[in-house]
């Protein structure tokens, strides 16, 4: 695949980076959470090299971290007394940061911006004294547009002129797709072989070939465990999460079936919990509740799980072949489709009856429901009894069939067909 060279451009412009910039004028403190190497401290220092008054302070940094964890006010007379925003890297590190931010911003007013390897770390370390003074944002790994923002800049602005045409359909300002070419898919659709193989992790996808690409994405799973798990969060079965997280690479897509997952892993039922949602604080995987209105015959409790990166699944079952000689392509592409928007919506559930029939996922935003059905290979205007069913019960606002390149509209059913990289 030809390709732009990447090494001509230098960052690659966030989608949270414009959000950031809009709540910089507010009073809470900003915390940006992610899994790591998702490109958090470079999109902070993004934001504080366009500031005047602003401190930039790395944890990480032992010397200063042990006086903001002893002596919070003479951190303040040394680092902070002359900014008008204090930017902390790895604020996980802080043993009681929590307390020292909410001195700072209480009795100091300085803006403040921090950023922590997980969820699990401001919940343990700053939250809890925080309530009602900051704002939690997500940084997740690039999503598919920003990914091809870095590896082709000139294609990147056509797909994404085409894109937001798309988006309006969801805002109701447009009643049918643009009219693009087979020419211009199939050349997006290069770029998304690449990318639902290898995924977003910005290391990896400034990486030169498929070698490195899979050398950086092994440093980022050991990593995970040597740092995330080991030094963080101190757990003693290190043997039963790298058991589980094969079994849940497995699986992806599927009703999560805990007494299997308790067999395979050896872990007691408690215990397995426990691990699924240390995965999940920790951006490895995302539990997705059913959606369920009618309890007499819908499912009430069974998640499922996808993995936010393609990337890191792939490593996990050892498998980089193009996705046109998978078995589990359909697993892939779906499983793009949840890392996607996870992203962008919090609220993302699945839709399966008792006796069977399912919508693989449902999104509820602004008090419309907008569901999803993905099919890899559809090149007609396809769709299953199951969407017809949720259609009928639901009166979804937007119906959408995903497939990896088919791009129609069923206007007697005001059904949309997307290809994948549009979602």
């Not at 899994?35 to 366009?50: A, E, N, V």
């Not at 009681?96 to 770390?121: F, N, R």
């Amino acid at each position: 695949m030809s390709k732009n060279n990447p090494a001509k451009i230098k960052y690659v412009r966030r989608l949270l980076q414009d959000l950031l910039l809009k709540y910089l004028s507010k009073p809470e403190i900003l915390a940006i959470v992610g899994p790591r190497q998702s490109g958090k401290t470079t999109l902070l220092k993004q934001i504080f090299k366009s500031l005047k008054n602003a401190v930039y302070i790395d944890f990480e940094d032992r010397d200063i971290l042990k006086i903001f964890n002893n002596d919070i006010k003479t951190f303040y007379n040394l680092y902070c007394k002359q900014a008008k925003y204090l930017f902390i890297d790895e604020f996980q590190y802080a043993r009681e940061g929590g307390k020292s931010l909410k001195y700072l911003y209480d009795t100091h007013k300085i803006k403040i911006i921090i950023s922590g390897s997980s969820a699990l770390d401001l919940t343990h370390q700053a939250l809890k004294y925080l309530v009602g003074r900051i704002f939690v944002f997500t940084l997740f790994p690039f999503s598919f547009a920003e990914y091809l923002s870095y590896v082709n800049p000139a294609l990147y602005e056509i797909y994404s002129k085409f894109k937001n045409q798309i988006e309006r359909l969801y805002e109701g300002t447009k009643k049918k797709p643009p009219s693009i070419s087979r020419e211009l898919i199939d050349k997006i659709y290069e770029y998304y072989q690449d990318y639902v193989i290898f995924g977003g992790y910005p290391r990896v996808v400034l990486s030169k070939d498929k070698e490195e690409k899979l050398t950086v994405l092994k440093n980022i799973y050991n990593t995970y465990f040597l740092r995330e798990i080991r030094d963080i969060l101190q757990l003693g079965s290190e043997d039963a999460l790298y058991k589980l997280i094969k079994a849940v690479a497995l699986q992806i897509g599927s009703s999560v079936n805990y007494n299997e997952l308790c067999q395979i892993t050896g872990l007691n039922y408690n215990n397995l919990l426990k691990h699924l949602n240390i995965l999940e604080k920790t951006f490895v995987i995302k539990k997705l509740t059913p959606f369920c209105k009618n309890k007499r015959t819908e499912i009430l409790k069974t998640p499922k799980i996808y993995f936010l990166d393609n990337g890191f699944r792939n490593l996990v079952v050892n498998n980089f072949q193009r996705i046109d000689e998978r078995v589990d392509r359909g697993v892939l592409n779906e499983n793009f489709i949840a890392g996607q928007i996870v992203a962008k919506e919090n609220n993302l559930h699945y839709w399966r009856t008792k006796a069977g029939a399912e919508v693989d996922f449902v999104i509820e935003k602004d008090a419309k429901i907008i569901a999803i059905e993905v099919k890899s290979t559809l090149i007609s205007n396809k769709f299953s009894r199951a969407i017809l069913s949720f259609r009928e019960k639901y009166s979804p606002y937007r119906t959408i069939m995903i497939s990896e390149k088919y791009l129609s509209f069923d206007r007697e059913n005001n059904i949309l067909f997307l290809p994948a990289f549009f979602i």
